[in-house]
């Protein structure tokens, strides 16, 4: 049976990355700094070559993976298929001449600094790597991955993950040079990698085309939040380790599963539930690279690293620039796509170690280069923050025409509610041709809004999470259609206090409500039959004799006269939930017109009644 003390043996650890996140982060906030700069600052502080409060960094690293894996999970439900098919320009051709002339120019400037060609193609190839980490971090933080520049560096990055295992299997084919054995078997070995590659490619999408909607209604039918969770972390980290054991990479796999997920109604849903365990532990890896970094052997070789981190920014990033600018970038984007995709790689930490294991690579040049791919990115966040600040005072409008824009998957509106109501503001949008984002937690009304096509996701609107990764930072408009008061208040305050851009339009269910929705300012608020009613007493009216201008005036007057009641009711004495029967007695319906008559019973039950009523007593 374990002890406290077993239990207690992982805490410490714990602590320590958690205090040096909450540290170290801030603080590089408040200096203007990119958040990724303060976790692998804080990695240095607390690990071996620092405090030495963490002495054996590649144990938190083997878990911090886990980190970019979901990062790259969640870029694939942002990045719809058509929007990864438009891509295939960059990707093959972009992508190919950036890793072919960086891995070439680095590796030569190896040559001629004494390493031998096998071991400077190694290096040449790990440091022309690019991190993907760092790279997709500083465009979320900029919010520049949807941009022109944004989506060709993501592109590069996509081709660096899709050539790990080509390069993985070319590394023993360049150890088995010079003594002319292995080719016929290297070149078995790597036909049957590849093979096993694409096989497991195909059974993913075929499982993820045809059962993972089906699997995520079932589960969501079930009502059990966690389930969902639960449901969403197998389906990333069980695709990512099949991508692993065929040779591709973790990151490709769940970049993959989220892929599949892109266009499915469950995508924000399951964006919520990921992205707290993405943040922690991405933060986690970027400190686990900090803490590889060795001070000693920096401080005994700083000149040639220093040197050499100089070069190899420099080389890349002046490739990298000059490639885009062939692309058809302006040189602003240019310059920008190189500043995020200068830094080395996290491969790096995969190749070196295994071009060490086939004897391509030296003990001292492996510590070397791992050091100079560490100091990179720890460099990378800095450089193109500065390079923001100085691109900053120049103009902002390009010279020439930017490269065409892909459309932002953000909607103008967000509609949180499908039901009767929601379904029939939809049609008034869609007619419009406005883009427009729904949201619902309800699995039947999502299955009926297939059949109208309409973009309708599974999710909890109460959530702070799912509002913000279903758009609603960027929606001009939400509109809360639910029939739960109580939620719909909620929204309300949850809108207001996180995304205050937005205008809220606001469903109601009745009287009470509406005076609570008009204390918290909404923009608008309707009562759901109030409008209906009053067209349907204008009908009537018609159908008694006035004319339908006459029955118009009528029902302004008496839209008008509720309207001027409703602010009186709303400035008199405060609604108190917890007390519903007294709120609803100080707003109990009243004619807004005073009657012609008194009234009189029919019965004698109802004569009681009324004879109570009039005499101010509660019945």
């Not at 058509?82 to 960059?90: E, P, V």
């Not at 390493?115 to 690019?130: D, K, R």
């Not at 067209?535 to 006035?546: D, H, S, V």
Request: proline share 4%; with cysteine.
């Amino acid at each position: 049976m374990a002890t406290a003390a077993d239990h207690a043996s992982f805490l410490p650890p714990v602590l320590t990355f958690l205090s040096a996140a909450v540290i170290g982060v801030p603080i590089f906030r408040l200096l203007g700094q990119s958040a990724v700069l303060g976790y692998l600052v804080a990695g240095v502080v607390i690990g071996p070559s620092g405090l030495s409060l963490i002495t054996e960094p590649e144990t938190a690293r083997s878990v911090s993976e886990l980190g970019v894996v979901l990062l790259l999970f969640i870029v694939g439900l942002e990045l719809e298929i058509s929007r990864l098919i438009s891509l295939r320009r960059d990707i093959l051709g972009l992508g190919t001449l950036q890793l072919g002339l960086c891995a070439l120019a680095l590796g030569g400037l190896g040559i001629l600094t004494g390493l031998s060609w096998g071991a400077a193609t190694v290096i040449g190839i790990a440091l022309a790597l690019s991190a993907t980490a760092v790279a997709l971090q500083l465009l979320e933080e900029r919010r520049d991955l949807a941009s022109p520049y944004g989506q060709r560096a993501f592109a590069v990055l996509l081709f660096q993950d899709l050539s790990i295992v080509g390069i993985l299997a070319l590394l023993p084919l360049i150890a088995q040079t010079g003594t002319g054995e292995g080719g016929e078997a290297w070149l078995g070995t790597a036909l049957q990698s590849a093979g096993l590659a694409v096989a497991a490619v195909i059974g993913v999408v075929l499982v993820g085309r045809y059962g993972l909607n089906p699997f995520f209604r079932l589960l969501a039918a079930s009502g059990a939040r966690e389930v969902m969770t639960a449901a969403a972390l197998l389906v990333v980290l069980g695709t990512a380790l099949l991508m692993e054991e065929v040779g591709l990479s973790m990151a490709m796999g769940a970049f993959l599963a989220g892929l599949l997920l892109a266009e499915s109604n469950f995508r924000h849903q399951l964006e919520a539930d990921i992205e707290p365990f993405r943040g922690m532990l991405l933060g986690l890896f970027f400190m686990s690279v900090g803490m590889s970094i060795d001070l000693s052997l920096v401080a005994q070789h700083w000149l040639g690293l220093t040197a050499a981190t100089v070069a190899a920014i420099l080389i890349k990033a002046g490739l990298v620039a000059a490639l885009f600018r062939l692309f058809g970038s302006p040189w602003l984007d240019a310059l920008r796509g190189a500043a995020v995709l200068a830094p080395a790689g996290e491969f790096a930490f995969v190749l070196l170690p295994v071009g060490q294991e086939l004897g391509l690579v030296d003990g001292p040049a492996g510590r070397l280069a791992i050091a100079l791919a560490a100091i990179t990115m720890l460099i990378g966040p800095i450089g193109a923050k500065a390079l923001d600040a100085a691109l900053s005072r120049r103009a902002t409008a390009p010279l020439e025409p930017p490269l065409e824009v892909i459309e932002d998957a953000e909607a103008r509106v967000l509609v949180i509610g499908f039901g009767r109501f929601g379904h029939i503001l939809n049609q008034v949008l869609l007619a419009q041709g406005l883009s427009v984002t729904v949201i619902d937690k309800d699995v039947e009304q999502i299955r009926s809004a297939a059949r109208f096509g309409f973009r309708v996701y599974y999710g909890d609107g109460t959530r702070l999470d799912v509002l913000r990764s279903s758009g609603a930072g960027k929606a001009e408009v939400v509109c809360i259609c639910i029939d739960d008061p109580e939620a719909t208040l909620k929204i309300v305050d949850l809108i207001h206090a996180e995304f205050p851009a937005a205008r809220t339009y606001v469903r109601v269910f009745d009287r009470v409500q509406a005076i609570e929705a008009m204390g918290r300012d909404v923009d608008y608020q309707i009562r759901e039959t109030f409008e209906s009613a009053l067209a349907f007493g204008r009908a009537t009216l018609e159908a008694l004799g006035l004319t339908p201008e006459e029955a118009a005036r009528t029902v302004d007057d008496v839209r008008k006269r509720d309207l001027a009641r409703l602010v009186l009711q709303q400035a008199g004495e405060p609604l108190d939930r917890a007390d519903p029967l007294r709120s609803l007695v100080r707003i109990k319906p009243e004619p807004l017109t005073a009657p012609l008559h008194a009234s009189h019973a029919l019965t004698a039950e109802t004569e009681d009644i009324i004879a109570r009523e009039r005499a101010g007593v509660d019945g």
